[in-house]
Nanobody, 119 residues
């Protein structure tokens, strides 16, 4: 079982930045693809970005690349999502997720961290 723990959410103003973190105690992500998802009130959960831990290959949802950056720190075994120039429409619960390389679906999820952007 993979337990994911997110942190770094909060209440910010439009134009501010936040960095979300995700880690898992006692496990490395080297065989995983890690992703960030978000769910706004009344909307379906959507993918934000993902990264293949071993290669650093990244994917971004359309329209977010340039403002959002996904990265990982091998030494700290931590996944990050740097969010810049935040907009009120970025308000959502952000989730960290993981799946093993070669497998489909996202079986492992964190508890989510709230990001609220005021105008």
């Amino acid at each position: 079982q993979v337990k994911l723990v997110e942190s770094g959410g909060g209440l910010v103003q439009a134009g501010d930045s936040l960095r979300l973190s995700c880690t898992t105690p006692g496990r490395t992500f080297s065989l995983y693809i890690m992703g960030w998802f978000r769910q706004a009130p009344g909307k379906e959960r959507e993918a934000v970005a993902s990264i293949t831990w071993s290669t650093g290959t990244t994917y971004y949802a359309e329209g977010l690349k340039g403002r959002f950056t996904i990265s990982r720190d091998n030494a700290q075994n931590t996944l990050y999502l740097q969010m810049n120039n935040l907009k009120p429409e970025d308000t959502a619960v952000y989730y960290c997720a993981a799946r093993r390389l070669g497998l489909s679906g996202w079986p492992y999820w964190g508890q989510g961290t709230q990001v609220t952007v005021s105008s």
